[in-house]
């Protein structure tokens, strides 16, 4: 197991590239936006991002970032497989405490046995667990007919056209967009537009913008509203998200 710590300037986008080996990227500041041809994830530091080999991906940064790149040989890769849920699939993932100590570990120069290194691969391979919490995930829809939706929402997540406004921009009946996004994307409209405007609110959050100001922004009534959005689709308050979590499924104390 190798761990590469890399620093990115704001504004970066890489081209698009693969691994031979399985990756486990996890930010150490700031938020990163990861994409895959299955699409892509906003990822904050108590956070990362699973990636089995050969799975291309393109990484872009809004502010700095840091982060660790954890590379899993086959038989590293074969471990994680038989003790979490991932292997052959790209998420999100759980970052324990422990586990980042372990990648602490393993990223620091000096002198130790295999065996020691070993053990504590062993660590953060265990450690691995995809976190099913949260909603950061963007289907592709750049290539689709809903590819001018998905580029106006990037671009201005607070746009408040709805369904049906969109449907008269198309030239379409609301009905028919409907089903198009249920199939294309597997959300409604409504979900997809939600999960935009989180995934802007994170990386605003990870910038250090005001609540109010990104409420405002993002076409929330209120920052009351926009809190309690944010809470029932993550779990935590937006001045808790990047706060270190428990592994998913255990209790973080909110």
Not at 29 to 50: A, E, F, H, K, Y
Request: aromatic residues 6%; contains cysteine.
């Amino acid at each position: 197991m190798n761990v590469d710590e890399s620093t990115y300037g704001a504004g970066y986008r890489s081209d698009w590239h693969a691994c031979e080996h399985a990756q486990l990227i996890i930010p150490t500041s700031g938020v990163l936006t990861l994409r895959t041809n299955r699409g892509g994830w906003m990822i904050p530091p108590n956070r990362g991002c699973w990636l089995p080999p050969n799975e291309p991906h393109q990484v872009a940064t809004a502010h700095a970032v840091r982060m660790y790149s954890v590379y899993c040989s086959g038989r590293e890769a074969s471990s994680v497989a038989q003790t979490s849920s991932v292997s052959q699939s790209s998420g999100i993932v759980a970052v324990s405490d422990l586990q980042r100590a372990a990648i602490d570990a393993l990223a620091r120069p000096g002198i130790r046995s295999a065996h020691r290194e070993e053990r504590i691969a062993a660590i953060v391979a265990d450690e691995i667990s995809f976190d099913a919490r949260t909603p950061l995930a963007l289907p592709n829809l750049g290539e689709t007919v809903l590819g001018r939706i998905e580029a106006a929402l990037l671009n201005n997540p607070g746009d408040p056209r709805g369904l049906e406004g969109w449907a008269a921009e198309l030239g379409v009946a609301a009905k028919t967009l409907a089903r198009t996004f249920a199939r294309i994307a597997h959300l409604t409209f409504r979900q997809y537009r939600s999960q935009v405007r989180l995934t802007a609110a994170v990386a605003r959050l990870g910038a250090g913008t005001p609540v109010t100001q990104i409420a405002l922004d993002l076409g929330y009534t209120s920052a009351s509203h926009f809190i309690a959005h944010f809470r029932s689709a993550t779990g935590v308050t937006p001045g808790k998200y990047f706060s270190r979590q428990p592994r998913a499924g255990q209790p973080n104390g909110q």
